[in-house]
């Protein structure tokens, strides 16, 4: 079940209607049924991969806490880590490995049919299974109470408003929430149904819109040319980022509107200074995750320096290798840990080179130029998230260096408004984010100025209903 | 605040009851039928007020006026004979079943004063096994399809396999109450019940005006239009616009067009020694390969001359209909509707008995 689908604008008031008419310490039952509901209205057979995580990580917990000797807790770590990471090579990986092995064996002249996987991707596997293991293993790094009750859990592993794309909530923050009582609160649900219209606006006006441009220049790179190209890569970019935040945005309103709060997982990314701050803003709940139960773990920064190149690198190159089994996302990552390192090492020289063109003294310019160079590095890297191979992404590399660049019809949309309309939305969504930074416009929005919130609201609802594609897409990230 | 919030809090009591009356009544066709302003009538999906391609958008100026009302269904008139008692049989798609005019079955039963049996199905050799069906007598058997359905329904050879259900009651009943739980057409239903039902089909119908006269935006299932004459408004269905294998853009191989009449031939073949039937093939043109010119001066893939030439050249009888269709001066087909009027079937029907009496196989 999509969120911008007419499926889920029913469902989610019934669900709303039954939890607040429902006693609460009965709601999980109802919370439970509705989250498998949700997830098995998209194949109902997967329901059993969740549930046998559900299954073995609420005993790996339960008996980890139960034992005090080291190696059996680390057994326990190794089941869950085992189940949960073996589901999502075998339905995610398992034919990328054997593909890249196939082509290195044909390389070699060796003859060894590797055998491949041909089932569905179960959606949202990459999520369920990294909030699960934040569990086991916060249980085992004794951070963490494991939770009794077992329909509880299972609630916390399938809560259907970040099931299939994230926020990636951690325990110590989700599961003690659902032992609270969630009171009818007239702001927060006004804040939730605030949030969820935003998000409904940025995937189904912006990302939606952009989506046509981008797949038709990306599914066809040899047809067309390097403006061409450099338009559907920054489209791309907003895409995404429209997809995945508005997604999130629907997902944290929803649970709000519920009564539960899911961590924050975009703040304006495309207004960060440097790769680092781009990174604690975009997809914060995925950084988050690789930072504590990866690159720390790894050593992180108190290591000897290539020891941190490396942790750096690595944890980039595996959340590239999360994103997808494709060398692009490999790459992707790649050239994110490369940015960051780069930038490491530079740091001195860069710092001498503002001194020296006293570029400290012109704030405002330092900063736009700071934040241009870091939207530029993620967009060139966002070539590779979104080409179909590496090949394709090579061609659309080459294709800003060819004598053609000018050449072609700039507006490829069926519709031609489309294409003006694309830029205007874009530039709405990049001055409203500026307001945002500066003076937080969305809380004086919704805590005051009650007639510019609903003038507002109005428009943004019409906007959805009159400029909104309502034909079915998906969401981008629910392929990872 | 207590106001405010007792207001929210009814508000999402009516709205969630509101919710799970269109859960049900997508799943339930009384319960939908409701709350539709024109109710959904199962195999009778021509009596509508508006061209069925006006429903695909909503938009205000393709409210075609003057179209005909809808008459009985032939296959469920008296006049209907059964598979064995016919002496023509007819296997075609909904251009036989439109009763905005009389039908071509109709028509023909009359015009030759025989019994004629329409069956809306492709297969006509899984009808015969799935009847158990056998036929000593010589009879004939009409096969009509919609110029942009071809490379859909020969692709592949005929056969009489029929698709035998072997699971256990127990299973059939799990996968029942599964389908009326998961519903496939869930969301399709519900996009009907938004655009029909009496409380959101105005506001639909404003919203989708607004975005065609101020953005051009139209519904991707009806993209070619035109609109000089808001009396006469013009649609077409993106299947024969799209690049898809039933559009007019479409190329179609040299190869492709052998295979759809090696296989069209196969069916004629089977018919012939399976049940003594001789066959005729009737292929009618789509309306944007008749009306295209409406909207462009686009090249034709040929596709319908290709496929009467092929087919005659293995010997298979074939009503050829595109050269008069183009060469017509009247208008055959609806604007804002797919299929044809009383002019094309009337051109249909003089050709086809023009057929048959050259081929002497109204002898019998």
Redesign the interface.
Known sequence: MLFNSLQFLVFFPIVLALYFTIKPKYRWIMLLIASYYFYMCWNYKYIVLILLSTIVDYFAGIFMASTKSRKKRKLLLLASLFTNLGLLFSFKYFNFFGDSLSFLFDKLNIFYDVPAFNVLLPVGISFYTFQTLSYTIDIYRGKKEPEKHFGIFALYVSFFPQLVAGPIERSTSLLPQFHKDHTFDYNRIRDGIVLMIFGFFKKVVIADRLAEYVNLVYNNVTDFNGLQNVIATFFFSFQIYCDFSGYSDIAIGAALILGYRLMTNFNRPYLSRNIREFWQRWHISLSTWFRDYLYIPLGGNRVVKWRWYYNLFITFVISGLWHGANWTFIIWGALHGFYLIFAIWTKNIRNKVNGVLRLDRLKTIHAMLEISITFLLAVFAWIFFRANSLNDAVVIIKNLFTSDFFKGNLNLFKFKADFYLSFILIGFLLVYEIFEERYEITHKITRGWSIIRWVLLTLVLLSIFILGKWEEADFLYFQF | ?KT??NI??IA??V??????Y??IGVRTLPVMNSILREKIIPEHWEFTKWGELYYFNYIKHFKEKNLPTPERKYRFSDKHPSLKEADILIFGDSFFDFTRQKTFPERLADSLSKKVYYERFFYPLETFSRENFSNKQPKLLIYETVERDIGIRFNTPHTDQVYEDNRSEIRKKFATG?DW??YDL??EM??KM?KGSILSTDIYSW?AT??FDH???IS?LT?KYYLEDTAQPWLFLHKQVNDEISSFYYHHSDKDIETYCDNIADLANKVKTNYNMEFLFIAIPNKYTVCHSLINDDEYNELLPRINDCLEKKGVSVVRLYDDFMNSDKILFYGTDTHWNKNGVDIALSKTLEMLNKGGELRN
């Open positions: 605040m405010r919030e929210l809090r999402i009591y709205t969630g009851i509101l919710c799970l269109a859960w599964k739980l998961f869930e969301e519900y996009n938004l919203i607004v975005k953005f051009n935006f991707p993209p």
